[in-house]
């Protein structure tokens, strides 16, 4: 009994270890797993089937000397190890559960805690040894999957971050520099602005900015504004302004006060003044003389006058090699005048030419570009707006004078198109584009200024040959010349390019004037209504008629009334500035004929006008259109008026006893009581006049024209009716 207690206690002290170390499991698991101590596999059951035949009379032996009470006893021992046995592989089974054993070790657990109810427990073997060595190996791995577990639950992987691992840009001139050379003999320092203020931008005061606007050109009142929190009344109000016409009446007004400023000093010279009363003619009301005492113009002859005919005012005098020598510059020098009448006391500009000049004219837009021709054949361009500093400066008489020289000159043109004979006559080609612009005292329009210059010339030699030019003005000047244009100045902006030619020779020689050789050309003018019309002046006494695109035209030839060919040299040829299709011609012989341009006989004409002088120069009044004047080699000059008398001139005027040598009309048309009529003259000792005629042959009469055209009609159908006659007589005798 006492063992039986013993053995009682014993398993009830067991059991309470147990309770203790399964409350103490379920408080601490991870603890538990660690402190448990796992026996099974140290124990090595050994099956009675292998040795029942060996062992079989032993245990019999030993049944038999068992008495039942200690057979019950051993059998109760038993169930309490089997019991205990089953509680210990329920705990381990649920603690490797938990942490996740593997499964083989589950069931090995479950092997070992029913082996003992499957056979019967014959012997426990321990191998502590390969117990402890499997317990550590064991604990080990069981703390580090612990340890792995609590991490796993404190890290979150995140997939959404993404980062390059390497980026490379190209690198720039200068960083490549700086990598190649600035670590060479250099140093880099920094500098912070701002010592005390440690952020890495620099702290500068904000700039006060405001937005404006503003519009060029000004198209309104309101040209500028400012930003939008502003009022539009804030906005600067600029009053339009039209410039080109400020600079037009800022010209305008200084050539005003320079002309009284000029009358000024000849009201207080007498000399001046008498001197202008002196030469007044007998046909004007007054005169006034142009200063042409000026040194350089000493011992001059003038050959040559012209008029504009698009400012009224200007006129250019062509002045010979003086007699005496002056200047060494200028002793081999022809010199051009051109002059301002309202300002007499000097010329605006001075030309200076190497060859003879025969013949010149202005632009057709203003009297700023002058063309002339030479007795060598080149035609020669003069632009007066050019800069006074690219042309010569001569000190004469303690004062400075500019010289300009020609700004293009056709004969650095080495071509057969250029003429070979001396230059007859040269002029404008004349469009309705000039004749609309609104001509003005400045000396170039808004229009030329914006737009560039192009038009057209035509120059005429004594052999025949029109050549056409178109006049051409650079965008820009070079002062080192062009290798291109030889006969460009350096510093010039207008040259000549040639357009066509026509030759005259064959349509204007006849079968019966070969006895009297070739025909020579002497003047030539384009249709002011049609350029593209013109007429030609020859030695034979008839006019050709001819167009620049050599179209056939009628009549071909304007002849005399007398009949068959006369070696008459028709010197001048001029149209009516009125529109009217009808021109005058003047002849060597002192005849004077009036043409329509649709008959080939004139409507009429005067041959014993000037006492058979030979008729030099004339030119229709721009003033009334059935008057026109006349000048003979006989140092006269005649005054014609239509609707007065057609029968001969209705004054005539002697100049004596300085001969005239040369004569141009100049004037402008009735405007508010400022139209003038003025002859300048000539003079064989040089001087230059000027004679403002009477007012009676100034301003047109009432319906002037109407009644010079009825008067062309009736002269028209007088001469179809003696045409008619005659051709009748001829019939008749025939």
């Known amino acids: 009994m006492a063992q039986r207690q013993g053995s009682e206690e014993s398993v009830e002290v067991e059991k309470e270890d147990s309770d203790v170390e399964n409350a103490g499991a379920e408080e601490y698991p991870a603890g538990a797993e660690d402190d448990f101590v796992d026996y099974e596999d140290d124990f090595e059951v050994c099956d009675g089937d292998d040795d029942d035949s060996n062992n079989e009379p032993d245990s019999q032996e030993k049944s038999e000397e068992l008495l039942p009470a200690q057979k019950r006893e051993i059998q109760e021992i038993q169930r309490a190890i089997n019991a205990e046995n089953e509680r210990i592989g329920e705990l381990s089974s649920k603690l490797f559960l938990k942490t996740g054993r593997m499964e083989s070790e589950k069931e090995s657990w479950a092997d070992a805690n029913n082996s003992p109810s499957r056979a019967p427990v014959c012997g426990i073997f321990v191998d502590f040894a390969t117990a402890s060595h499997r317990q550590k190996s064991r604990s080990q791995a069981l703390k580090q999957k612990t340890r792995s577990a609590k991490l796993l639950r404190l890290i979150d992987l995140d997939f959404s971050f993404t980062f390059s691992l390497l980026d490379l840009p190209p690198i720039n001139e200068y960083d490549m520099y700086i990598r190649n050379f600035g670590k060479k003999n250099t140093k880099q320092a920094y500098v912070q602005y701002n010592e005390d203020n440690v952020e890495r931008e620099i702290q500068t005061e904000d700039i006060e900015t405001r937005e404006v606007w503003t519009q060029h050109p000004g198209e309104s009142s309101l040209v500028s504004g400012g930003s939008e929190e502003r009022v539009v009344s804030d906005a600067t109000v600029v009053p339009k302004i039209n410039t080109p016409r400020l600079s037009s009446f800022l010209r305008a007004a200084c050539q005003v006060v320079a002309v009284l400023l000029e009358e000024d000093r000849l009201a207080a010279e007498p000399s001046w003044s008498l001197r202008a ?38 006129v250019v005098s062509i002045h010979d090699l003086p007699e005496k020598a002056f200047a060494p510059l200028l002793d081999s020098k022809h010199l051009l005048c051109v002059w301002d009448i309202w ?138 010349g062009s290798m291109s244009d030889l006969g460009l100045i350096p510093g010039g902006r207008i040259k000549l390019v040639h357009s066509a030619v026509i030759y005259l020779g064959d349509s204007i020689s006849r079968k019966d004037s070969e006895f009297w ?139 004596s006893p300085d001969r005239l040598v040369a004569m141009t009309v100049m004037g402008e048309p009735e405007k508010a009581g400022s139209s003038f009529l003025a002859l300048v003259l000539a003079r064989a000792s040089g001087a230059i006049d000027v004679q403002y005629l009477k007012r009676q042959w100034t301003t047109p009469e009432a319906d002037e024209q109407s009644r010079l055209r009825l008067l062309l009609q009736e002269a028209l159908w007088e001469e179809g009716c003696s045409r008619s006659d005659e051709h009748c007589q001829k019939s008749v005798f025939t």
């Open 517 to 655: 050789g070739d025909t020579q050309t002497l003047s030539f003018k384009f249709l002011p209504s049609d350029p593209n019309h013109f007429i030609v002046g020859t030695d034979l006494g008839i006019i050709s008629h001819g167009t620049r695109q050599d179209l056939r035209v009628s009549p071909k030839l304007f002849k005399p009334q007398q009949r068959g060919v006369r070696p008459v040299k028709v010197n001048v040829i001029d149209f009516s500035p009125f529109g009217e299709p009808i021109f005058l011609a003047g002849c060597a012989d002192g005849s004077i004929r009036l043409h329509q341009l649709m008959s080939e006989w004139p409507l009429a004409q005067w041959d014993g006008s000037t006492e058979g002088h030979a008729v030099t120069s004339l030119q229709w009044s721009p003033t009334r259109p059935a008057v026109f004047l006349v000048q003979d080699d006989a140092s006269r000059v005649y005054i014609w008026d239509l609707l007065e008398s057609d029968l001969g001139p209705v004054a005539k005027q002697p100049i």
């Open 277 to 314: 009363e002196d030469s007044t003619l007998c046909i004007s009301d007054s005169s006034s003389q142009l200063n042409t005492s000026l040194p350089f113009l000493q011992n001059r002859k003038v050959s040559c006058l012209h008029a504009s005919r698009v400012q009224r005012q200007m």
């Open 343 to 480: 300002q007499p006391s000097g010329p605006q500009k001075v030309l200076i030419c190497e060859s003879k000049v025969t013949c010149c004219c202005f632009s057709p837009f203003k009297a700023f570009l002058l063309f002339a021709g030479t007795v060598h054949g080149s035609v020669v361009t003069w632009d007066l707006r050019e800069n006074s500093r690219i042309h010569h400066y001569i000190r004469l008489s303690d004062c400075f004078w500019t010289f300009r020289t020609p700004t293009f000159s056709t004969d650095g043109i080495l071509t057969s198109v250029n003429h070979r004979s001396p230059l007859q006559a040269i002029e404008p080609v004349a469009t309705s584009v000039y004749k609309k612009q609104s001509f003005v005292l400045s000396p170039f329009s808004a229009k030329e200024e914006m737009s560039g210059l192009s038009f057209h010339i035509a120059s005429l030699d004594e052999s025949g040959v029109l050549n056409v030019w178109v006049v051409v003005e650079l965008p820009k000047a070079d002062i080192a």
